[in-house]
Protein backbone atom coordinates (compact mmCIF):
# COMPACT_ATOMS: atom_id res chain seq x y z
CA UNK A 1 0.00 0.00 0.00
CA UNK A 2 1.49 3.41 -0.67
CA UNK A 3 1.80 6.37 1.30
CA UNK A 4 -0.96 8.40 -1.04
CA UNK A 5 -3.34 5.31 -0.92
CA UNK A 6 -3.02 5.47 3.33
CA UNK A 7 -3.11 9.41 3.27
CA UNK A 8 -6.40 9.17 1.08
CA UNK A 9 -7.35 6.19 3.33
CA UNK A 10 -6.97 8.22 7.14
CA UNK A 11 -8.99 11.46 5.11
CA UNK A 12 -11.82 9.15 4.27
CA UNK A 13 -12.07 7.44 7.59
CA UNK A 14 -11.63 11.41 9.27
CA UNK A 15 -14.66 12.38 6.77
CA UNK A 16 -16.76 9.71 7.26
CA UNK A 17 -15.95 10.26 11.89
CA UNK A 18 -16.77 13.93 10.83
CA UNK A 19 -20.29 13.14 9.23
CA UNK A 20 -20.92 10.76 12.27
CA UNK A 21 -20.29 13.30 14.59
CA UNK A 22 -22.21 16.31 12.97
CA UNK A 23 -24.99 13.74 13.20
CA UNK A 24 -24.69 13.09 16.78
CA UNK A 25 -24.40 16.39 17.33
CA UNK A 26 -27.70 17.01 15.28
CA UNK A 27 -29.51 14.22 17.52
CA UNK A 28 -28.32 16.31 20.85
CA UNK A 29 -29.72 19.32 19.43
CA UNK A 30 -32.78 17.63 18.57
CA UNK A 31 -33.44 16.11 22.10
CA UNK A 32 -32.25 19.65 23.47
CA UNK A 33 -34.98 21.59 21.60
CA UNK A 34 -37.65 18.49 22.58
CA UNK A 35 -36.79 18.71 25.93
CA UNK A 36 -36.76 22.84 26.10
CA UNK A 37 -40.83 22.52 24.11
CA UNK A 38 -41.47 20.76 26.72
CA UNK A 39 -40.57 22.44 29.54
CA UNK A 40 -42.45 25.38 28.20
CA UNK A 41 -45.44 23.78 27.22
CA UNK A 42 -45.29 22.87 30.80
CA UNK A 43 -44.93 25.71 32.10
CA UNK A 44 -47.23 27.94 29.62
CA UNK A 45 -50.11 25.11 31.01
CA UNK A 46 -50.30 27.08 33.99
CA UNK A 47 -50.89 30.50 32.81
CA UNK A 48 -54.17 31.55 34.33
CA UNK A 49 -54.50 28.73 36.60
CA UNK A 50 -52.11 28.16 39.37
CA UNK A 51 -51.27 30.95 41.99
CA UNK A 52 -48.28 32.85 43.26
CA UNK A 53 -47.78 31.87 46.35
CA UNK A 54 -44.19 32.70 48.31
CA UNK A 55 -41.93 29.76 48.76
CA UNK A 56 -44.67 27.39 46.54
CA UNK A 57 -43.41 24.75 44.13
CA UNK A 58 -46.37 22.97 43.36
CA UNK A 59 -49.38 23.15 40.63
CA UNK A 60 -51.68 21.92 43.76
CA UNK A 61 -50.55 25.11 46.37
CA UNK A 62 -48.49 27.56 43.89
CA UNK A 63 -45.09 28.41 43.17
CA UNK A 64 -42.73 31.43 43.44
CA UNK A 65 -40.58 32.51 40.73
CA UNK A 66 -37.79 29.18 41.49
CA UNK A 67 -40.93 27.13 42.65
CA UNK A 68 -42.24 27.37 38.64
CA UNK A 69 -38.79 26.45 36.86
CA UNK A 70 -37.81 24.19 39.21
CA UNK A 71 -40.93 22.30 39.18
CA UNK A 72 -41.33 22.42 35.15
CA UNK A 73 -37.90 21.14 34.94
CA UNK A 74 -37.96 18.40 37.37
CA UNK A 75 -41.21 17.25 35.71
CA UNK A 76 -39.41 15.97 32.58
CA UNK A 77 -36.16 14.74 34.96
CA UNK A 78 -34.17 17.52 35.08
CA UNK A 79 -33.60 18.40 38.83
CA UNK A 80 -32.33 22.11 39.08
CA UNK A 81 -31.60 23.87 42.13
CA UNK A 82 -34.66 25.20 44.07
CA UNK A 83 -33.92 29.36 44.54
CA UNK A 84 -33.13 31.69 41.24
CA UNK A 85 -29.51 32.53 42.66
CA UNK A 86 -28.74 28.65 43.03
CA UNK A 87 -29.91 28.15 39.40
CA UNK A 88 -28.12 31.15 38.39
CA UNK A 89 -24.93 29.39 39.14
CA UNK A 90 -26.22 25.69 37.54
CA UNK A 91 -27.23 27.36 34.43
CA UNK A 92 -24.54 28.10 31.70
CA UNK A 93 -24.97 31.64 30.45
CA UNK A 94 -25.83 32.07 27.03
CA UNK A 95 -26.58 35.29 24.35
CA UNK A 96 -30.39 35.92 23.33
CA UNK A 97 -29.69 34.94 20.49
CA UNK A 98 -29.14 31.12 21.20
CA UNK A 99 -31.86 30.98 23.85
CA UNK A 100 -34.93 28.59 22.93
CA UNK A 101 -38.12 28.24 24.46
CA UNK A 102 -38.02 26.32 27.82
CA UNK A 103 -34.41 27.88 28.33
CA UNK A 104 -34.38 30.06 31.65
CA UNK A 105 -34.54 33.98 32.31
CA UNK A 106 -32.27 35.92 35.25
CA UNK A 107 -33.29 39.25 35.56
CA UNK A 108 -30.79 41.23 37.99
CA UNK A 109 -30.78 44.01 40.24
CA UNK A 110 -28.52 46.13 37.85
CA UNK A 111 -27.09 45.85 34.19
CA UNK A 112 -24.14 43.29 35.99
CA UNK A 113 -24.94 39.86 35.10
CA UNK A 114 -22.68 38.97 38.28
CA UNK A 115 -25.36 41.32 40.98
CA UNK A 116 -27.72 39.63 42.67
CA UNK A 117 -30.53 37.47 40.97
CA UNK A 118 -34.08 38.79 41.83
CA UNK A 119 -36.36 36.56 39.89
CA UNK A 120 -36.50 33.73 36.85
CA UNK A 121 -38.24 32.64 34.46
CA UNK A 122 -38.84 30.07 31.44
CA UNK A 123 -38.15 31.89 28.33
CA UNK A 124 -41.14 31.02 25.58
CA UNK A 125 -39.08 32.69 22.74
CA UNK A 126 -39.28 36.14 20.97
CA UNK A 127 -38.74 38.14 24.50
CA UNK A 128 -41.43 36.76 25.60
CA UNK A 129 -41.72 34.87 29.49
CA UNK A 130 -43.88 32.53 31.44
CA UNK A 131 -42.99 33.58 35.02
CA UNK A 132 -44.60 33.50 38.88
CA UNK A 133 -45.38 37.36 38.98
CA UNK A 134 -47.25 38.21 42.11
CA UNK A 135 -50.15 37.11 44.33
CA UNK A 136 -52.83 39.42 42.57
CA UNK A 137 -51.53 38.49 38.71
CA UNK A 138 -50.26 34.20 39.39
CA UNK A 139 -48.85 32.78 36.60
CA UNK A 140 -48.57 34.69 33.63
CA UNK A 141 -47.36 34.88 30.57
CA UNK A 142 -45.41 38.66 29.86
CA UNK A 143 -42.69 40.51 27.47
CA UNK A 144 -39.57 40.41 29.50
CA UNK A 145 -39.57 43.55 31.41
CA UNK A 146 -35.99 44.28 31.79
CA UNK A 147 -33.17 44.93 30.22
CA UNK A 148 -30.85 43.27 33.18
CA UNK A 149 -31.22 40.08 31.98
CA UNK A 150 -29.15 36.89 31.50
CA UNK A 151 -29.90 33.84 29.58
CA UNK A 152 -29.23 30.20 30.77
CA UNK A 153 -29.06 26.90 29.24
CA UNK A 154 -28.39 23.44 31.36
CA UNK A 155 -27.14 20.88 29.88
CA UNK A 156 -29.67 18.02 28.56
Known amino acids: MSIRHKVGTIAGS ?79 RISKSQAWGGDLVFFHENSSPNSYVYHVAVYEGNGRIVSASTPSEGIVREKIYSSDVTFGTVTH
Open 14 to 92: MAVLSLALTGLSGIANAQTESFNQKVAGDATSFVGKVPYVYGGSSPSTGFDCSGLTSYVYGHFGKSIPRTAEAQFERFR
